[in-house]
């Protein structure tokens, strides 16, 4: 079993509705937790970054960690087709030396 | 901002040959990484390197090596390359265990080299 669960999409929504991705994490020394975006044939870009519980929003962006039940999301308000990307969760622990886990990612299509 | 930079954006190699894949960051980031990223299979970290001429192995050294002779360099060498290395390979930088806390875990990623290996 992978440490980080996510699903692979993908997603299919309509312009202007809200993008609910989520993942799903076994390994509760993780505190660190990102998500990362990433358009086609292009590198991850950092999008939200969250340390240990709680929410963080950015603009159109929120981010939740619920440790309790190893689980984050992300929620990405009034969606727009430059939007469409695929989406990656990465998490790591204290003493990982910096290296990340990271889910599958999830592909996010928003269609006009 | 940070910038991560890779040599090549896309690059054609034949079985056999030797392969450097070169990536400098502008931050004075003390970690570096290497990952390749196939479809279905996310991202894998091939090796790692907290500090100059130091590397670690991540979960998919074999067929690869590493160098960082420069704080801001890290090179990935293909050895021998063969077709199942054909992918395409990203660099990433971290601010690593100085100071700070806050965002140190972050990588940062530069646009990625699609290699084809034939």
């Known amino acids: 079993q992978k440490e980080v669960e996510q699903d692979p999409g993908p997603l299919s929504v309509p312009e202007g509705a809200i993008v609910s991705l989520n993942c799903t994490y076994s390994n509760s020394a993780f505190q660190y937790f990102m998500w990362y975006r990433q358009y086609s044939r292009k590198g991850p870009e950092l999008l939200m970054y969250t340390y240990s519980s709680g929410n963080k929003e950015d603009g159109r962006f929120t981010a939740q960690v619920d440790k309790s039940s190893k689980y984050i999301s992300l929620f990405i308000r009034d969606s727009q087709p430059s939007d469409s990307a695929t989406y990656l969760c990465?998490?790591?622990?204290?003493?990982?030396?910096?290296?990340?886990?990271f889910g599958a990612g999830t592909q996010v299509v928003v269609t006009p | 901002d940070v910038k991560v930079t890779q040599s090549s954006r896309y690059l054609v190699k034949r079985t056999g040959e030797k392969v450097f894949l070169e990536c400098v960051q502008d931050?004075?980031?003390?970690?570096m990484f290497w990952y390749r990223q196939d479809p279905g299979l996310g991202l894998r970290l091939i090796y790692f390197?907290?500090?100059?001429?130091?590397?670690e192995k991540g979960d998919i050294p074999e067929g690869y090596s590493v160098s960082r002779e420069k704080k801001e360099r890290f090179s990935l060498i293909l050895e021998s390359a063969s077709t199942n290395q054909t992918s395409m390979y990203l660099c990433?930088?971290?601010?690593?265990?100085?100071?700070?806390?806050?965002?140190?875990?972050?990588?940062?990623f530069g646009p990625g080299t699609r290699l084809l290996v034939l």
């Open positions: 390197s907290y500090d100059v001429k130091m590397k």
């Open positions: 990433a930088s971290s601010l690593g265990v100085v100071l700070g806390g806050g965002a140190r875990e972050t990588q940062y």
């Open positions: 990465a998490m790591s622990a204290h003493d990982s030396w910096g290296k990340l886990q």
């Open positions: 931050m004075d980031h003390e970690n």
